[in-house]
């Protein structure tokens, strides 16, 4: 998944961000509003963590924001993307308040690294209408545990190749655009090539043969990955 954490506390931004980096996520990390509000308006995210308190900008010494200020604009525009929000405040006025500016979820600090993963996973299974387990021919993907099976074997993908999968599994027979896979597989400065994203594309359906599931390019739309005719 592509993730936005806005967090200014520089220890526990970097704690998160590893953690979720190491589950297989893409994270883009932001310290104050101004950074976040450019993150999110130019990048298309699966989920958003969210602090309540932040800076306005990252300048030294700067005035402190609210992170819901920002929630409620990006709804206001239609931007439905999940939120998480994190934060010290625990007290239920505030939990309301959070989810009525439009929060899909609260969880208050200190907290497990791995809750915040499977509560990142079920916004993301929610929001794109796909369960924990899919099966499509032989190939069963299990997100929760970040498996792939070819029939009893498992299969074994490089890092690139499995975020590819999943988002095209995300949920199976989606069309997903060739813009929106490259976004969701780069770096928020190094943007996938449409040369690399069809090699990619290419070794996958060479691993898939036989499987039963087959990826199908639409041509000018992207791509689609649904059982294969036998």
Not at 142 to 164: C, I, K, N, Q, V
Not at 199 to 219: E, H, V, W
């Amino acid at each position: 998944m592509r993730i936005l954490l806005m967090e200014d506390d520089t220890v526990l931004r970097d704690v998160v961000m590893r953690s979720l980096s190491d589950a297989g996520h893409r994270v883009d990390a932001a310290d104050n509003l101004a950074d976040g509000r450019q993150f999110w308006s130019v990048q298309t995210y699966d989920a958003v963590l969210l602090d309540l308190n932040l800076p306005l900008s990252g300048q030294t010494a700067c005035e402190q924001g609210s992170g819901l200020d920002l929630l409620r604009e990006r709804r206001r525009r239609g931007d439905r993307t999940p939120v998480l929000v994190l934060t010290a405040r625990n007290r239920t006025e505030e939990r309301i308040a959070g989810l009525d500016a439009g929060a899909d979820d609260y969880l208050g600090k200190p907290f497990d690294l791995a809750e915040v993963d499977a509560r990142l996973r079920a916004l993301a299974r929610r929001s794109h209408g796909a369960d924990d387990v899919v099966q499509v021919g032989q190939l069963t993907l299990t997100r929760s545990l970040r498996r792939l099976h070819l029939g009893s074997e498992d299969m074994a993908l490089p890092a690139r190749e499995y975020e590819l999968l999943c988002e095209l599994l995300t949920p199976p027979g989606r069309v997903i655009s060739k813009r929106e896979l490259a976004e969701k597989l780069s770096d928020f400065d190094d943007l996938l090539g449409d040369n690399a994203l069809e090699a990619f594309i290419s070794r996958l359906r060479k691993k898939l043969q036989g499987s039963g599931a087959g990826i199908r390019t639409l041509r000018g739309i992207g791509y689609v990955l649904e059982e294969a005719e036998s």
